[in-house]
């Protein structure tokens, strides 16, 4: 069982920055690949990003490339997403998620949701 807590949305302007977190928990964590996805209103959900623990290797939506970066910090069990340049097409609920299969970029192969957080970016 993977436990998973996003933070840091909030309500920013159109150009500013803003850095997710996600914390994780559970006892087999670590062979897991950690990924961020978000649902705008009135959309579906969608692949931001994913990172693996072992080489912090990751993977982008054409979307958020270039503008969006994702890390981890192994020893704080935290992923993190720093949002930069950010667009009003970027408000969503951003979720983070846990998958065994390395640079999945599909939801249904992810088996453990957070709770999601809200970023909202105003013109």
């Known amino acids: 069982q993977v436990q998973l807590v996003e933070s840091g949305g909030g309500l920013v302007q159109a150009g500013d920055s803003l850095k997710l977190s996600c914390a994780a928990s559970?006892?087999?964590?670590?062979?897991?690949?950690v990924g961020w996805f978000r649902r705008a209103p009135g959309s579906e959900r969608e692949f931001v990003a994913v990172?693996?623990?072992?080489?912090?290797?990751?993977t982008y939506a054409d979307a958020v490339k270039g503008r969006f970066t994702i890390s981890s910090e192994y020893a704080k069990n935290t992923v993190y997403l720093q949002m930069n340049s950010l667009k009003p097409e970027d408000t969503a609920v951003y979720y983070c998620?846990?998958?065994?299969?390395?640079?999945?970029?599909?939801?249904?192969?992810?088996?453990?949701w957070g709770q999601g957080t809200q970023v909202t970016v105003a013109t």
């Open positions: 990172t693996r623990w072992s080489d912090n290797s990751a």
């Open positions: 559970g006892r087999t964590f670590s062979r897991f690949a």
């Open positions: 998620a846990a998958t065994l299969r390395p640079g999945a970029t599909i939801s249904r192969f992810y088996d453990y």
